[in-house]
């Protein structure tokens, strides 16, 4: 009897000390921006960003624009993967030879993509951000 409550609250505690990450860059706001005056350039197309998080005795799922994630731990990545795919495409953008400081630069054409993988024991996220670097004027 003793033994079978050990089971039981091990098995509760990882239940309840588990991991979840969930999230999208989705702007609750808009600005629009009119694009046929001339006063802007294509700074640079398809710039691309990514990053990837795994976890141990899990699952991840993708709803389109998201992508989230029900685990025990996360054993690998930090589990912002939006932020860090937009930081690694302005890094990228960067290191193209294009300096981001002192210009008014904007993302168009974004899009989403998420890459996972689901195993019994192992799950791994990976969100690739796309879009195109306008400069203005």
């Known amino acids: ?3 079978s409550f050990s089971i039981l609250f091990i098995l509760a505690a990882l239940i309840f ?7 999208a860059f989705l702007s609750a706001n808009q ?3 009119n694009l046929e005056e001339g006063n802007y350039t294509i700074a640079a197309t398809n ?3 990514e990053s990837e998080a795994g976890y141990v005795l899990g699952l991840s799922y993708s709803t389109g624009l ?3 994630t029900l685990a025990i731990a996360r054993v690998e990545g930090t589990g ?3 932020a860090e795919a937009l930081e690694n495409l302005w890094t990228n953008f960067e290191l193209s030879g294009e300096d981001v400081e002192g210009q008014t630069l904007a993302l168009t054409n974004v899009r ?3 890459d996972i993988l689901n195993l019994i024991v192992y799950t791994k996220v990976k969100v690739t951000v796309r879009a195109d670097v306008v400069r203005f004027d």
């Open 1 to 3: 009897m003793k033994n």
């Open 17 to 23: 000390s588990g991991c979840t990450s969930t999230g």
């Open 31 to 33: 600005t629009i921006v």
């Open 47 to 49: 710039v691309m960003g």
């Open 66 to 68: 998201t992508a989230a």
């Open 80 to 82: 912002m993967l939006y």
């Open 112 to 114: 989403y993509d998420s």
